[in-house]
């Protein structure tokens, strides 16, 4: 079998798919969460905010939380009932504590009291022991101004990827 | 031929719901004309609307968060998550969709003003924000 134009051409597709498998594989699995696949939740949560992934606190919290939307740390952040029952199944579908759950979100479950609904994920046990070695001057750079701004330094974190490799803290 | 007739299908439901800045405006317009008889737009009202120090919120002004250039990004005052661009010039999405308009109205003049918008006032923001070149 020589080298012809046909084997070179499947020989470059399969790098490509390999390349492409690998870039977005499960190669940091722990560290991606599943998110809801709806505009519904990046634009009406995602709108304000980083669109958290709903691993990262147990459904108890976000049904809490869903109940409170008036006043949503401080703000008004009703919705109208449609996509309200929307963002809801979402978080609940793919909380820490859902039965699809990841090792990494089994562990964030895990760490979180039974009697507590935590509303911050920035005071989980996780969040914190995740961040430790991050000085509170990083914090207060105008880029990140808050660690509720995950995606300041996680660039992907919209989409629930929070490797340390797609980290990029911004000067 | 079926394709063509889908993707000019798919163009015209798009459109359906998409709307120009200034139809938006209008829309607001004639919102206003019910609550005041006579009413035109004012930009000039619309930018001292948007850079003025409130009281009733927990956001000082607009401004706070869109910053005092509406072409520039602005910053969540709390989140410190990026805002895009407000003026139409600089984010042509911008005042294109009446519910996305209507929300963001709701949703911001409570966290500055603490309170909900007259039609007057939506109409000069808004006439403000097309103005701005």
């Known amino acids: 079998m020589g080298v012809t134009y046909k084997n070179l051409a499947v020989l470059l597709l399969s790098i490509v798919i390999a390349a492409f498998w690998i870039g977005n594989g499960q190669a940091d699995g722990e560290v991606n969460f599943p998110m809801p696949r709806d505009k519904i939740y990046l634009e009406e949560c995602g709108g304000c905010h980083t669109a958290y992934a709903p691993g990262l606190l147990p459904a108890r919290s976000w049904r809490k939380m869903m109940n409170e939307l008036e006043d949503h740390f401080g703000e008004d952040a009703s919705l109208e009932e449609p996509q309200q029952l929307a963002v809801l199944r979402w978080l609940t579908d793919y909380a820490a504590d859902a039965s699809n759950a990841t090792p990494l979100m089994r562990r964030i479950a895990a760490s979180i009291p039974r009697d507590a609904a935590p509303q911050r994920i920035t005071e989980t046990a996780l969040f914190k022991y995740m961040h430790d070695e991050v000085p509170a001057y990083i914090w207060k750079r105008a880029k990140i101004g808050s660690p509720a701004n995950c995606g300041a330094c996680h660039t992907r974190a919209n989409e629930g990827r929070y490797a340390e490799r797609e980290v990029r803290i911004p000067k | 031929m079926i394709r063509h007739a889908l993707i000019l299908s798919l163009l015209f439901a798009v459109q359906a719901h998409a709307e120009t800045p200034q139809q938006i405006l209008d829309g607001l317009v004639q919102e206003a004309r019910r609550a005041q008889q006579g009413f035109t737009a004012s930009a000039t009202r619309g930018?001292?609307?948007?850079?003025?120090?409130?009281?009733?919120?927990d956001a000082e002004s607009c401004a706070t968060c869109h910053t005092q250039d509406a072409k520039a990004h602005g910053r969540h005052n709390?989140?410190?998550?990026d805002i895009a661009p407000l003026a139409p010039v600089a984010n042509k999405e911008r005042f294109t969709d009446p519910a996305k308009v209507e929300k963001w109205f709701r949703r911001n003049c409570k966290e500055v003003l603490g309170r909900v918008c007259t039609g007057p006032e939506k109409a000069d923001f808004t006439a403000y924000m097309l103005s701005i070149k």
């Open chain 2, 78 to 81: 709390k989140t410190h998550k």
């Open chain 2, 47 to 57: 930018e001292q609307f948007y850079r003025a120090r409130q009281t009733g919120g």
